[in-house]
């Protein structure tokens, strides 16, 4: 049971920092301010976990924290905060 509720704990951890760094330290331009980035960053996160669950030889390479590759979260969270970014600023 602890191990589910740490790999989940760790997505979150991911999409929040993913977020934070997106909206205040690039600050970028999100629909929804920082919640809207923290939405984003959260399903990214996920997102990423499940692919690695997928394709597990693809990041072979990548890190493993609390058997969660962190590289792939971090890649796919900023990723979608990125597209979600762009395709709401060209309105």
């Not at 996160?45 to 997928?54: E, I, N």
């Not at 890190?63 to 600023?89: E, G, H, Q, R």
């Amino acid at each position: 049971m602890w191990f589910i509720i740490n790999i989940g704990l760790t997505y979150l951890v991911i999409g929040f920092a993913s977020a934070l760094i997106i909206f205040y330290l690039f600050k970028r331009q999100v629909p929804g301010n920082f919640i809207g980035a923290l939405i984003i960053g959260l399903f990214g996160s996920f997102l990423g976990g499940l692919l690695y669950r997928a394709f597990p030889q693809i990041f072979n390479f990548f890190t493993d924290i609390n058997d969660v590759n962190v590289y792939a979260a971090f890649f796919f969270s900023f990723i979608l905060i990125w597209i979600f970014s762009k395709l709401s600023s060209q309105k």
